[in-house]
């Protein structure tokens, strides 16, 4: 009896072993899919996150809302005043306690065949790294409907919206042929077809700051939560030596 349950206990760690490498590998294959870029989001850099707010607002609004996100918890965050906040940032039937909504909810789905999905924990559930990524990788593909297609989003059905600040471009032919090989280091995975109004590293930085308003919004008590944590720690810290001076004190006598 014993050496047969050993045995199949063996056979049943082995089997575990291997569907946890599987399961691990295509993690790595379906994070590395569309040629990811290498980022790291910053939302406790403000003025960033204040451009991105704009940004966002101007930009990707129109179609995605922001649920979890109020507008005066925007102001509180970024040291935004009311005025400016309503001023640039809110439409102008939206009130300060306001979530932030889509503009034209209801045509959107009609259009695109999908109805473009809440942003505000997108960066947490995609990773600000995927995020970036698709905002720069957008590429001009004909047998889309809107005749654009990405790689990081294979038959995305948003439409680029930012063509004018980055330009047209399309896949490198390397690229194309190897499938979705060839992002990485040396060429670049797409080739410039025609300018837009920012350089590629304006652009860039244009998406940095959509993206770390976005990193924001996913968690916007991230920066106080950081602040306290360390309040917290030199508090302790205080009471420790403090207590340790108490404990000299109450010793002093006895030896
Ligand atoms: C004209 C409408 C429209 C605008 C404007 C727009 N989007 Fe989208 N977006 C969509 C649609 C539709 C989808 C769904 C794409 C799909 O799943 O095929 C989408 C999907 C996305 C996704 C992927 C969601 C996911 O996890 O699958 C992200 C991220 C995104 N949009 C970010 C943005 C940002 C940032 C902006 C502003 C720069 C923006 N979008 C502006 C329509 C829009």
């Known amino acids: 009896m014993k050496p047969l349950m050993n045995a199949s206990l063996t056979r049943f760690a082995r089997a575990a ?12 294959a379906a994070n590395s899919g569309g040629n990811l870029l290498p980022f790291t989001a910053d939302s406790g850099n403000v003025a960033s996150v204040q451009r991105g707010a704009r940004n966002f607002m101007a930009y ?26 309503k001023k640039n940032l809110m439409f102008t039937s939206d009130k300060l306690g306001d979530q932030i909504k889509v503009a034209m909810p209801a045509a959107s789905e009609q259009w695109f065949g999908r109805v473009p999905p809440d942003l505000s924990l997108e960066t947490r559930a995609r990773g600000a790294d995927w995020v970036y990524s698709y905002l720069l990788s957008f590429y001009l593909d004909e047998t889309r409907p809107l005749g654009v297609n990405n790689t990081v989003l294979a038959g995305a059905s948003m439409p680029h919206v930012l063509w004018e600040l980055q330009g047209w471009q399309k896949k490198a032919e390397h690229a194309a042929e190897g499938g979705h090989g060839g992002g990485h280091g040396g060429g670049s995975a797409f080739e410039q077809v025609t300018a837009g109004s920012l350089k590629p590293s304006e652009y860039e930085a244009f998406v940095t700051d959509i993206v770390n308003f976005m990193d924001y919004a996913a968690e916007p008590g991230k920066q106080a939560r950081i602040s306290l944590g360390l309040k917290v720690m030199l508090y302790l810290f205080g009471l420790l030596v403090l207590t340790y001076l108490l404990k000299k004190e109450f010793w002093r006598d006895v030896h």
Do not use: E, F, T, W
């Open 17 to 28: 072993v291997v569907a946890a490498g599987v399961i691990v590998a295509n993690l790595a």
């Open 60 to 85: 990707c609004s129109g179609c995605h809302g922001m649920k979890y996100l109020r507008y005066n918890r925007i102001g509180q965050d970024l040291n935004i005043p009311d005025d400016v906040l």
